[in-house]
Nanobody
Framework: VQLVESGGGLVQAGGSLRLSCAAS????????MGWYRQAPGKQRELVAT????????DVADSVKGRFTISRDNAKNTMYLQMNSLKPEDTAVYYC?????????????WGQGTQVTVSS
């Protein structure tokens, strides 16, 4: 499974961005996907997750009410709608997919997309 993110950029505080993550390869084997972010000097943190079967979602408390995760199965694409952005949301955002092959679990990562929120 290969992942490519897009949609990052520079936005003023209070603005919005939508990130996309396009999956290719053995996409039928994906069971969950998520968005992570890593700010300079900080550890990578989980932002939001979505289960492929059932579509259950979860978001971190720090972005709850502002960020929404979704997926278009027909396009094999996952989205992160980010509203009311704050300077502390500035980070590189990474797409992640967990998938199975021959009963074993694997994880794929995208290359990351920079999100910068100015005050």
């Amino acid at each position: 499974v290969q992942l490519v993110e897009s949609g990052g950029g520079l936005v003023q505080a209070g603005g919005s961005l939508r990130l996309s993550c396009a999956a290719s390869g053995s996409t039928f084997s994906i069971n969950a996907m998520g968005w992570y972010r890593q700010a300079p000097g900080k550890q990578r943190e989980l932002v939001a997750t979505i289960r492929i079967g059932g579509g259950n979602t979860d978001v971190a408390d720090s972005v709850k009410g502002r960020f929404t995760i979704s997926r278009d199965n027909a396009k094999n694409t996952m989205y992160l709608q980010m509203n009311s952005l704050k300077p502390e949301d500035t980070a590189v955002y990474y797409c992640n997919a967990n998938w199975l092959k021959n009963g074993l679990g694997f994880s794929s990562w995208g290359q990351g997309t920079q999100v910068t929120v100015s005050s």
